[in-house]
């Protein structure tokens, strides 16, 4: 009886300590930042924004997502008028490595793994040098399923939107619905 006793108490304790380790190792994503810059919390709920757009590159779909501000800011023809978006916009990509539809009855691709997420945020008070816009990039492990810090900081990604300063540095149009 005792030994019994005694099995069934390592096995209790044994399957608290997977389960609990299991608990214990998730990640909370919204710790996370990028050196100098962006953290993940500062676009808690980007999930459920409205999208912008969606792009494709030769391996991965990506959707373009703003918050309210961005949204409104794009309906009143910004920059297409040639204003600049205001402070506080923000915009997250979600980017998937893509694959083909096998059950579509034609030709189509869809997102499969997830691959990076992606944030860009106008703050002329922090970020002054890069005409008040932030860049964070945040890989996905799709092992661990746990995301990393892409990048040297919040300056990572402005060479390559200075290409379209005359769009406010950002590249994604508003198409109509």
Same mark, same amino acid.
């Given at each position: ?7 069934t ?9 997977v ?7 998730q ?25 912008v ?17 961005m949204i409104?800011?794009?309906?009143e ?21 893509k ?19 992606? !944030? ?17 990039? !945040? ?7 746990t ?5 040297t ?25």
């Amino acid at each position: 009886m005792r030994t019994r006793t005694i099995r069934t108490v390592l096995i209790a304790a044994a399957s608290l300590a997977v389960f609990g380790g299991v608990t214990l190792a998730q990640q909370d994503r919204y710790t996370l930042n990028v050196p100098d810059g962006l953290a993940f919390s500062d676009f808690k709920g980007y999930d459920s924004w409205e999208d912008v757009a969606v792009s494709e590159t030769e391996g991965s779909l990506k959707a373009i997502l703003g918050n309210p501000a961005m949204i409104r800011a794009y309906k009143e023809g910004i920059p297409d008028n040639g204003k600049p978006f205001p402070e506080g916009v923000k915009i997250a990509k979600i980017e998937w490595i893509k694959k083909k539809n096998a059950v579509s009855p034609y030709s189509v691709e869809i997102p499969d793994t997830l691959k990076t997420v992606s !944030f860009i945020e106008k703050d002329s008070n922090r970020f002054p040098s890069t005409h008040g816009w932030a860049y964070a990039q !945040f890989n996905y492990d799709t092992d661990s399923k746990t995301f990393k810090p892409a990048g040297t900081g919040s300056e990572c990604g402005y060479a390559c939107h200075s290409t379209v300063a005359s769009r406010d540095y950002i590249f994604t149009a508003y198409p109509p619905r």
